[in-house]
C-alpha cells in the first residue's frame, strides 16, 4: 500500500473526527459558553451547511492549481479551524472554528479520491478511494465515544486539541509522502475552472450525483431517527443506543472496503446491488425493528450496505467527468443534501403519526429511487461508445 494512502486516510480520519466528535460534546459546550441547546446544535447543522458549499466554492477556486499542495492547503484550513475551536472564548469565535474546519471537508475528500487513485494501478482505483475513506468510517465508529471520553476527563477542549493534532500530523504526512504530481491529469496542470464545468454537460455526471444523493438520502432518512426506533420500537435501553450506534460504524468499515473490492471487479454491477440490497435491508428492518436480535444484524446490514457504493460513486463520477475534481466535490456535495432530504422526509413521516419505523421504510422508498436511477445510468453507459464510457486518465 502506497504510503501516500495512509496520510491521506489519516487526513479523512481528522476530518471524520472533527465532524462527528461533537455530538457527545454539545452538553459541555453549551454550559462553558453560556448558550442554549438549540444553539449549540448550531455547531452541528452549520458544520454540515458549510461542507456543501466549501465542496463547491473551494474546488472552483483552485482548479488551475496543482492538487498536492491544495491538498496540503486544505488540512492547514482544517488545522486553523480545530485551533479556533479549542481557544474559542465564546460562542461566535466557536461557530467560526467549525465553519473553516468544515469548508476543507468536501475539497479534501473529493480532490483527495483523484489523488488516492493516481497512487496505484488502474484496476485498483476503487480500493484505494476506499482506503482514503476509511479514516472516514473509522472516525464514524469512534468520533462520539471519542468526544464523550475527552471531555468527560479532560474537558471539551482537549478533544478539539486532540483533533489539530491529528491534523498536525495529517499535514506533514501529505506534504512528506503524497508525490508532487500525484492526481495530475496526464502529467499537465489541472484544467481550468471553465474546462470543469463542461463536465457537468455529461447526463451521466448528473445521474451519477442524484444516484449518490438518493442512496445517502435513503440511508440518512432512516439513520437520523434510528435511536427512537431502537428504544420506541426495539425496546432497547437509552444506554444501549451508544453501542449499537457502533455496530453500524463497524459496518460502515465494512461496507466501504468490501465496495471498493467489488467496485474494481464490476463497479456499475456492484452500485446497482449495493443500493438494492440497501433498499431490502432498510425495509426488512421497518418490518422486525420490534426485535431486539434482529436489530442488532440489521443496523450492521445498513452499515455495510449504506457505505458500500461511496467508493464507486466517487470513481463513477471522475470517470464520467474526465477527471474534474469539481464533479468529485460535488458528489460529496450530493451525498450532504441527500443527508437532508432523507432527515426531513423521515421527519415529516414521523410527524404525520406514522410512527418510528416509519423513517426505514422512507428510506427504503429513497433507496429504490436511488436504484432505478443508477440502472438506467448503467445502461445508458453501456450503449454508449466504448471510448465515451469510462474514459481512461
Known sequence: MPTGLIALALGGF??????????GLLPQVASSLEV?????????????????????????ATARLARKPVLV??????????????????????????????????????????????????????????????????????????????????????????VTAIGVLALAGIATLVPGRAGTQRSTPPSGLRDQLRAFRSSQVWLTLAATALGYGGMFGAFSYIAYTFTEVGGFAPADVAW????????????NLVGGRAADRDRDRALVLALLGLTLTLALFGLLA??????????FLMGVTGF???????????????????????????????????????GLAISAGLGYTAPLYVGAGIALTSVVVMVVAARQAQSSRPADRFPTW
Do not use: Q
Open 14 to 23: 481528522g476530518i471524520g473526527l472533527t465532524e462527528f466528535l461533537i455530538a
Open 36 to 60: 442554549s441547546e438549540a444553539a449549540a446544535g448550531w455547531l452541528i447543522s452549520g458544520y454540515a451547511l458549510s461542507v456543501a458549499v466549501g465542496a463547491i466554492a473551494l474546488t472552483a
Open 73 to 162: 492547503g486544505l488540512v492547514a484550513l482544517f488545522v486553523i479551524g480545530n485551533l479556533l475551536s479549542a481557544i474559542a472564548p465564546d460562542y461566535p469565535v466557536m461557530l467560526l472554528g467549525r465553519i473553516v474546519a468544515a469548508l476543507c471537508h468536501g475539497s479534501f475528500f473529493g480532490i483527495g479520491s483523484l489523488v488516492a487513485r493516481s497512487l496505484v494501478a488502474p484496476e485498483k482505483k476503487s480500493r484505494a478511494v476506499a482506503v482514503m475513506f476509511a479514516g472516514l468510517t473509522v472516525a464514524n465508529v469512534l468520533g462520539v465515544p471519542f468526544g464523550a471520553l475527552v471531555g468527560e476527563r479532560w474537558g471539551w477542549r482537549a478533544a478539539f486539541w486532540a
Open 244 to 255: 449499537l450506534l457502533m455496530v453500524y460504524g463497524v459496518g460502515l468499515v465494512v461496507g
Open 290 to 299: 420490534g426485535s431486539a436480535a434482529a436489530s442488532v444484524v440489521l443496523v
Open 308 to 346: 458500500a457504493s461511496v467508493p464507486g460513486m466517487i470513481t463513477r463520477v471522475t470517470d464520467v467527468a474526465h477527471g474534474a475534481a469539481l464533479a468529485a466535490s460535488a458528489n460529496v456535495s450530493a451525498s450532504n443534501v441527500g443527508n437532508a432530504l432523507g432527515a426531513w422526509l423521515g
